[in-house]
T-cell receptor
Framework: DVKVTQSSRYLVKRTGEKVFLECVQD?????MFWYRQDPGLGLRLIYF???????EKGDIPEGYSVSREKKERFSLILESASTNQTSMYLCASSLRRATYGYTFGSGTRLTVV | GENVEQHPSTLSVQEGDSAVIKCTYS??????FPWYKQELGKRPQLIID?????GEKKDQRIAVTLNKTAKHFSLHITETQPEDSAVYFCAVTLYNNNDMRFGAGTRLTVKP
């Protein structure tokens, strides 16, 4: 069974902390994505990566950075967490073209207090 | 960039009725249009998709129609069942693009 695994299901962090969200896929997919999901706003693309060490900004990259040192792992980093980054974060992966469809992880619900 | 609008944001139907969700997009070059279903507490999963060279696609009780001229596409669910209750997202991408843009989602509730 195809899998995208996010390391934490729930996370509570304090304002100003550095936060790492990890995502691992076992499908040898080239593309990996980070979205945040908020009520009424749907899924908004933060960053994506189409190859190791490559990254592209999505629609809302401010306050975030990413790292892809290995093909199977894509990390989202909040350099200094703020309360407006409280959200559900979804990782996804796909083959080279998005038209093969995304496989999503189960999500990490991050609360910044 | 691509702008995707999805309506309605919430939809409540009686079991057995039909449900229709519509999305509009802005980039006329977009040519791949998937729909994802997200049940409560679960990950979004692809349920059906359509490419721009096709006007309609069916899979049992669900269908998607595409009007490229008007730049909108719709998800149709017939004979709805309580297990169809979920949030549905439309998405849009260019065929050779790596990434997709999603609509804001529609929360569908099917009442028994």
């Amino acid at each position: 069974d195809v899998k995208v695994t996010q390391s934490s299901r729930y996370l509570v962090k304090r304002t100003g902390e550095k936060v790492f969200l990890e995502c691992v896929q076992d499908m040898d997919h080239e593309n990996m994505f980070w979205y945040r999901q908020d009520p009424g706003l749907g899924l908004r693309l933060i960053y994506f990566s189409y190859d190791v060490k490559m990254k592209e900004k999505g629609d809302i990259p401010e306050g975030y950075s990413v790292s892809r040192e290995k093909k199977e792992r894509f990390s989202l980093i909040l350099e200094s967490a703020s309360t407006n980054q409280t959200s559900m974060y979804l990782c996804a992966s796909s083959l080279r073209r998005a038209t093969y469809g995304y496989t999503f992880g189960s999500g990490t619900r991050l609360t910044v207090v | 960039g691509e702008n995707v609008e999805q309506h309605p944001s919430t939809l409540s139907v009686q079991e057995g009725d039909s449900a229709v969700i519509k999305c509009t997009y802005s980039d006329s070059a977009s040519n791949y249009f998937p729909w994802y279903k997200q049940e409560l507490g679960k990950r979004p999963q692809l349920i059906i998709d359509i490419r721009s060279n096709v006007g309609e696609k069916k899979d049992q009780r669900i269908a998607v129609t595409l009007n490229k001229t008007a730049k909108h596409f719709s998800l149709h669910i017939t004979e709805t069942q309580p297990e169809d209750s979920a949030v549905y997202f439309c998405a849009v991408t260019l065929y050779n693009n790596n990434d997709m843009r999603f609509g804001a989602g529609t929360r569908l509730t099917v009442k028994p």
